[in-house]
């Protein structure tokens, strides 16, 4: 028997279907051995974490709320990987947003929100943009790997943030906890169910930049020379400076963008969900985008959706480290077994594997084909 | 600064130095074998909780080691799983690889937070550590300093001067003509991940037997991702990976010591230090491997390109 290998012409439709629910099947059964192990209900502990996930309605729109972060930072991510820029660096551009949006807020507390909320956000996409621009100058300039420099920048980013919250922000009616003054009526984003008069929990009108840049994002792709040349940089520096694209530009633009919506996401969750900095802000979402960009394969439709899902996730991690007394790091071992598992499945989507019963003397003559698998 | 002082912090440098070489001699030979693994930083954590476990359990330093190493080769074979029987993405493997094992330390860490571990302790070196200068910074360490002597004289053997490493590297600049030379690229390739795990492990294992002695969560501490970039400025040497090791480890040890001797400096700058520098470090060695040598500091050719399968 020899195992032969074959990329896939036609696109496996709904067959791609069951491939993700697989995965998802086969990370999720992982994450219920392992709470098996540490002497907790396997299959109740998922069962306990879906209801908390997706079980009432409240918690439903406690997902939507953490996708906005995510969802925005997954479209900036995507952006770049779409041309093979590995950008990870979402996390500090967040964190840069954050602080922009702050510096902002604190500067002027007595605007009126159409005035401040706007300022603040044009700050945080400024700051994350720019954070997002020094990896990929290093990389045009230099040719300095724009993975480890962009990873390198989240704990330089993080830890200036850190450093303004205990230091010079430091709201000095906190009693010594590290945080900002609260932020002045017009530097909090409102909640949107006071004024549709519908109870509709945590959720704020912050929502409303996911659509905008959801859009964009099509739009530009798919509608735009640069975004069509972005396509056609995919296929790697050499390619695109060979058919004389502005890959230089592109890199700057996407990473610039990159870093905009990043930072955008970072102002959001402090100016609507926390109303003030402060450290707790960073839970992760820029890493979370990662992968959510990756499981959508870049696709914004996908991203939207799988944003909501891994939010979802997240929420009920949260009730099952309250139910069940697990640590919160239970929820990256989902994320990440989420992502291998997926990524072992994509195989799927773009190769068929058929069994060729070979004589004898063929597969003596060409062992190395046999060892594929 | 008086002498003692400098030679305590080049010891502590010294100290600083060993898991990060550990790491970066393993991602050396994945890299070599031309894969890619960005997971480092997961191995090192989940590898530190393994050996300390083990060694928590039985009480043996040398038993927790080989359970740090042997989990690192496991967790990097998972990811030898996914890039070359799934064909996926080597970047992305990676990364889910570090969520995923850093996720998991926690995890199963979690209950034995601040408890305390053997593990190995400082012992002289007969003779040697009566060296002036050299015999403190050197000859006062653990028994896995004195591994990490060792180790980069060991890869550096492996890769130039055995049939072995000829083929890890071959495979690593064209699978294909070591295939037709009559290698294994795939089994080459899997070799090279999980060996290069094995030793990332063991520098994960550093952390929690040598570095604290005691379970905390977050010990890798980005340790992994300095190794990954060290890599790079190490031009894919062992030699220079000593250099850049230490570099580090100079580094951290510094910042501590300031931050214990109580400086002005807030915490949170002296802690960017490391960091901030690994960016520098990738800076110089662009501009380096620009300018001069170009040919000896590139990249394995194949690193990151996936082995295809032919129909």
């Known amino acids: 028997m020899n195992i032969s290998i074959r990329r896939r012409e036609i696109p496996l439709g709904w067959g791609a279907l069951v491939v993700y629910l ?36 409240y918690s439903l729109l406690d997902g939507l709320v953490k996708a906005i972060p ?57 700051a994350g943009g720019l954070w997002g621009l020094i990896p990929a100058g290093l990389r045009l300039g230099l040719g300095v790997n724009e993975i480890i420099s962009s990873l390198m920048l989240n704990y330089v980013g993080i830890l200036f943030l850190e450093y303004l919250v205990f230091g010079a922000w430091k709201d000095p009616s906190s009693f010594g906890f590290p945080m900002t003054a609260e932020f002045g009526p017009g530097g909090q984003i409102a909640r949107m169910g006071p004024a549709l008069g519908l109870n509709l929990g945590k959720l704020h009108w912050g929502l409303l930049a996911c659509p905008l840049a959801g859009v964009a994002y099509g739009v530009f792709l798919s509608r735009t020379r640069l975004g069509f040349e972005l396509a056609a940089c995919g296929e790697g520096e050499r390619v695109a400076r060979y058919a004389n694209l502005p890959y230089g530009f592109l890199v700057l633009l996407v990473m610039g963008m990159g870093g905009a919506l990043a930072g955008l996401a970072g102002s959001i969750e402090c100016s609507a969900t926390l109303g003030r900095l402060q450290p707790t802000v960073m839970v992760g ?51 990440g077994a989420i992502l291998l598992c997926v990524i072992a499945g994509q195989f799927f989507l773009d190769y068929t594997v058929s069994l060729k019963r070979t004589r004898r003397e063929d597969a003596s003559a060409a062992p190395a084909q046999g060892e594929r698998a | 600064m008086s002498p003692e002082l400098i030679v305590a912090l080049l010891a502590a440098a010294v100290h600083a130095a060993a898991p990060i070489l550990f790491a970066t001699l393993g ?4 890299e070599k074998a031309g894969v890619l693994n960005l997971g480092v930083e997961g191995v090192m954590a989940l590898s ?54 850093v996720g998991l330390s926690d995890y199963l860490g979690t209950p034995y937070v601040g408890q305390a571990t053997e593990g190995f302790r400082q ?48 495979t690593g600049e064209m699978p294909a003509a070591a295939a037709a030379a009559g290698l294994n690229p795939q089994r080459l390739r899997a070799f090279g991940v999980m060996a ?8 994960g294992a550093y952390l929690s037997l040598a570095h604290t002695h005691l379970w905390t969560t977050g010990l890798s501490g980005g340790r992994g991702w300095v190794a990954v970039a060290l890599v790079i400025f190490a031009f894919w040497r062992p030699g ?27 915490s949170s700058l002296l802690l960017m230090l490391p960091y901030a520098l690994t960016v520098l470090a990738l800076v110089f060695s662009a501009s380096r491997s620009r300018s001069s040598a170009r040919k000896a500091a590139a990249a394995p050719a194949a690193l990151g390109v996936n082995i295809e399968p032919e129909d």
């Open chain 2, 123 to 170: 012992f002289a070196v007969p003779l040697l550590s009566q060296l002036p200068v050299l015999g403190p910074v050197l000859f006062r360490q653990d028994a896995m300093v004195y591994l990490a002597y060792a180790a980069p004289v060991a890869v550096w053997f492996l890769l130039n001067r055995t049939s072995l490493g000829l083929g890890l590297r071959a």
């Open chain 1, 285 to 335: 979402y820029g890493y979370t985008a990662i992968v959510v960009a990756w499981l959508a394969r870049l696709k914004p439709w996908p991203i939207a959706f799988t944003s909501f899902l891994l939010a979802s996730l997240r929420v009920g991690v949260e009730v099952l480290e309250l139910k069940l007394q697990i640590p919160a790091a239970f929820g990256q071992i989902m994320e």
């Open chain 1, 22 to 57: 697989g995965a998802l099947a086969l990370a999720l059964g992982v994450c219920a051995v392992l709470l098996t192990l540490s002497g907790k209900p396997g299959l109740g502990g998922l069962v306990i974490l879906f209801r908390g996930a997706f079980g009432q309605g």
């Open chain 1, 70 to 126: 995510i969802f925005l930072c997954s479209l900036g991510v995507a952006l770049s990987f779409r041309m093979q820029i590995w950008n990870i660096g979402a996390e500090g551009q967040f964190a840069l947003g954050a602080v922009g949006a702050t510096a902002v807020a604190l500067a002027l507390p007595g605007l009126p929100w159409p005035v401040l909320l706007p300022l603040m956000f044009l700050a945080a996409m400024a």
């Open chain 2, 240 to 266: 220079r990976a000593v250099l850049g090791a230490l570099l580090f480890g100079g580094v951290m040890a510094f910042q501590l010591r300031l931050q214990a001797a109580g400086t002005n400096v807030p």
């Open chain 2, 48 to 101: 530190a909780f393994a050996a300390f476990f083990v060694c928590h359990a039985t009480g043996s330093a040398p038993l927790g080691l080989l359970a740090g190493g042997l989990a690192g080769a496991l967790l990097c074979g998972l990811h030898s799983l996914v890039c070359q029987v799934f064909l996926g993405n080597q970047v992305v493997s990676g990364l889910a690889l570090a969520i995923f094992g």
């Open chain 2, 27 to 30: 991602e050396i030979l994945s």
């Open chain 2, 196 to 203: 290069g795990g094995f030793l990332c492990g063991v520098g």
